[in-house]
């Protein structure tokens, strides 16, 4: 083994080391039922962001990147979006700022909240299909399509929402000989001139932020990136998919609407359904639900019909021995 790889093993172990670390730290020290969970999903969030900027250095694995996301998406749900990619760590960092300035969230009809949801699958499939439509030839589609190049990237569109807002390769915007870069923004430049990809990522970073200081996590709501392959347990043979999920006692709920109210991306199906396995898609498992829920083992989050998680009492105080 040589000592390049030694030294790449032992950057990513310090670097597992620290980022658990932290997780422990919060997990001991956090003691606000209402904030633990928050505190601990943006400790992962920002290590996630520091963990996909070493990937993107090497372009040979955003290909292994991009199956990760949607290996996780089979078993996790949407677990990927709420706890690790970096445009969720941007629009929730956006509603810490809404907050400071006392701007009060808007929320969305429920029919176009759920019309935005179904319009991330149409926007995949024609990602997924693009190659077969825009080329001409086909020697170079299926190599292309796999490296995540050729004179149209569908494939690598999908892994914007991943790009950090510094990369490590020149960019449009450069300030102080860092490569500043957004979601979406190196597809732009891809496509077109200069000067019309400038104004494209001005008028794309200005609309998302703007839309994320009113609509909590309003991107995530149809990012083809955050399709969660959850839909399928609507077949019976599915029903187990995913195994990670969130789990409603109904004899324990009093309908007090806050799992409502708290929820990012509007998801109704936590308050509405009675009980048993919540399965809708739109859910981002940031488990803000199962953290502000105040009945004990109201909502619980479940692997394999195993609890490891479960909402607790914050109204009263915790009982010492």
């Given at each position: 083994?040589?000592?390049?790889?030694?030294?790449e093993i032992l950057k990513l172990t310090v670097f597992a080391g620290l980022a658990l670390a932290g997780m422990l730290v919060i997990l001991i020290w956090k003691k606000n039922l209402t904030t633990k969970i928050s505190y601990l999903r943006l400790w992962v969030q920002v290590a996630s962001v520091v963990g996909i900027f070493y990937i993107f250095a090497s372009l040979n694995w955003l290909l292994y990147l991009l199956l990760a996301v949607f290996v996780m998406s089979l078993f996790l749900g949407?677990?990927?979006?709420?706890?690790?990619?970096?445009?969720?760590?941007?629009m929730d960092l956006v509603t810490q700022l809404r907050k400071v300035l006392k701007i009060r969230y808007r929320k969305l009809p429920d029919r176009l909240n759920r019309s935005l949801n179904k319009l991330r699958y149409g926007i995949i499939v024609f990602f997924l299909i693009a190659p077969f439509i825009f080329s001409s030839t086909s020697n170079w589609l299926l190599p292309s399509a796999l490296s995540l190049a050729g004179p149209f990237r569908?494939?690598?569109?999908?892994?914007?929402?991943?790009e950090p807002l510094i990369i490590p390769w020149k960019s449009l915007i450069v300030l102080q000989g860092i490569n500043i870069s957004y979601p979406y923004a190196s597809d732009l430049t891809f496509y077109l001139t200069e000067n019309l990809a400038l104004?494209?990522?001005?008028?794309?970073?200005?609309?998302?932020l703007v839309a994320s200081l009113f609509v909590r996590r309003f991107w995530c709501r149809f990012c083809p990136t955050g399709i969660s392959l959850a839909i399928i347990n609507r077949f019976k043979v599915f029903k187990w998919f995913p195994p990670f999920h969130l789990y409603k006692e109904e004899e324990k709920c009093t309908k007090c609407g806050i799992c409502e109210r708290v929820c990012p991306p509007q998801?109704?199906?936590?308050?509405?359904?009675?009980g048993g396995k919540i399965t809708t898609?739109?859910?981002?498992?940031?488990?803000r639900c199962v953290e502000m829920c105040p009945y004990e083992g109201c909502l619980k989050v479940k692997v394999a019909g195993k609890t490891v998680i479960e909402s607790?009492?914050?109204?009263?105080?915790?009982?010492?021995d």
């Open positions: 083994m040589s000592l390049v790889i030694v030294g949407r677990f990927f979006c709420g706890w690790i990619c970096p445009f969720g760590l941007y569908p494939i690598l569109v999908l892994l914007s929402p991943l104004i494209a990522i001005s008028v794309f970073v200005g609309l998302t998801v109704t199906e936590v308050y509405e359904q009675k898609s739109m859910c981002l498992m940031c488990l607790r009492n914050w109204l009263e105080p915790a009982k010492t």
